[in-house]
């Protein structure tokens, strides 16, 4: 199941929510909807990557549980909070000590998520608890172009 709320005001956002599934097309498509085109297949990969972790690490795929996304789009840029009702984690690693070149091979079935986020997004913070994070991507515009749709 997913639900969607749309603010009634000026400045764009939504909150959704949906049951834990690695079924996520749909849902990077909403997300991506008001991306510029340019942005979408860097900002997908990325909140792909989020989105798996938060309904496979989190919520251990656990359909009973559900994700939220908070989207919002501001003058800056754009930024997304995922939420899992998982029990939150430790990190193993530190990626921003890590090189392309460092980095666990492709083939890898872990490893490499944080890394790609930190690569993607200007902004990635996890709450003290680890079951939101908050990922940011700034956009310079000039005085007459708008992000808003």
């Not at 989190?58 to 899992?84: A, C, H, M, P, R």
Request: hydrophobic share 35%; with cysteine; charged share 20%.
């Amino acid at each position: 199941m997913l639900a969607i709320s749309l603010p009634p005001t000026k400045r764009y956002g939504c909150t959704m929510s949906f049951t834990s599934t690695l079924y996520l097309c749909p849902i990077l498509d909403l997300l991506l909807a008001n991306i510029p085109d340019e942005l979408q297949p860097e900002i997908r990969l990325g909140l792909q990557e989020a989105l798996v972790n938060a309904a496979k690490h989190g919520n251990k795929l656990d359909t009973t549980k559900s994700i939220f996304v908070k989207f919002s789009i501001t003058q800056e840029g754009y930024s997304w909070v995922i939420s899992d009702q998982g029990k939150g984690f430790s990190p193993q690693c530190n990626c921003l000590d890590h090189t392309v070149e460092t980095l666990p091979p492709e083939e890898s079935e872990n490893g490499r998520g944080f890394c790609l986020l930190h690569e993607i997004f200007d902004q990635v913070h996890w709450d003290p608890q680890k079951t939101q994070l908050k990922l940011c991507k700034q956009v310079k515009k000039n005085k007459r172009q708008s992000l808003f749709p």
